[in-house]
């Protein structure tokens, strides 16, 4: 099982094993820190390690991917997916206005969108990669990326120490909320697609 390696290596890395385990989660999310974080909390509940510790180590891990995928996508830029946008932006219901009305929302409101994207699940992962192609400021982006990631470490965290070795029944919890969260984006994509195509068969 996924969650006896991430045991094991907590076991024996400790502050260090956390910091890697968050660092693989953002940038492959199906290891996911909903099983990271409350053992690591599990782990400090036991006295092995420091419950602060615990939160700053994941935060810390987590931020390094964060900061590697939003240097990567600010090194390609929104100008080069322009044209792909303007031939497959139907299909991925984004338009070039909307991204030139986006660019404008991160520009202003960057921060809030980043900040609370960091507490949902699935939408945290990915982030990131909006306000590096936008060219959100790389200082708003880490400030607002780290309140986020801590708050949502610090959750996960607690709630490991808490409920000690029946942090399994943490997942009964959050599992269904990001299964929540991932219908209502394809509810979103199927409903925005489906408009779409009502746009264009009229000018048809």
Do not use: C
Not at 56 to 64: D, H, I, K, N
Not at 179 to 199: D, E, H, M, Q, S
Request: aromatic share 12%.
């Amino acid at each position: 099982m996924m969650s006896d390696w991430v045991i094991r290596l907590i076991e024996q890395a400790g502050y260090l094993g956390v910091a890697f385990l968050m660092f693989l989660e953002t940038l492959f999310p199906p290891i996911p820190s909903e099983v990271i974080m409350p053992v690591a909390g599990v782990a400090a509940a036991k006295g092995k390690l420091s419950l602060g510790w615990v939160i700053a180590s994941g935060t810390a891990g987590a931020m390094l991917g964060n900061i590697v995928w939003y240097l990567a996508a600010r090194a390609l830029g929104i100008i080069r997916l322009k044209p792909f946008i303007l031939r497959w932006g139907r299909w991925l219901t984004i338009e070039w206005d909307e991204i030139v009305r986006a660019e404008r929302w991160f520009g202003t409101r960057g921060w809030l969108i980043v900040g609370v994207g960091r507490l949902l699940p699935t939408v945290r992962s990915i982030v990131s990669v909006p306000a590096g192609l936008l060219k959100m400021r790389f200082l708003t982006f880490t400030i607002a990326s780290s309140v986020g990631t801590a708050l949502w470490t610090a959750l996960l965290a607690g709630a490991g120490y808490l409920m000690g070795a029946r942090y399994h029944d943490i997942d009964r919890v959050i599992g269904p909320v990001a299964n929540g969260v991932i219908v209502a984006i394809l509810a979103l994509y199927a409903v925005r697609l489906w408009r779409g195509r009502k746009v264009v068969a009229s000018f048809d």
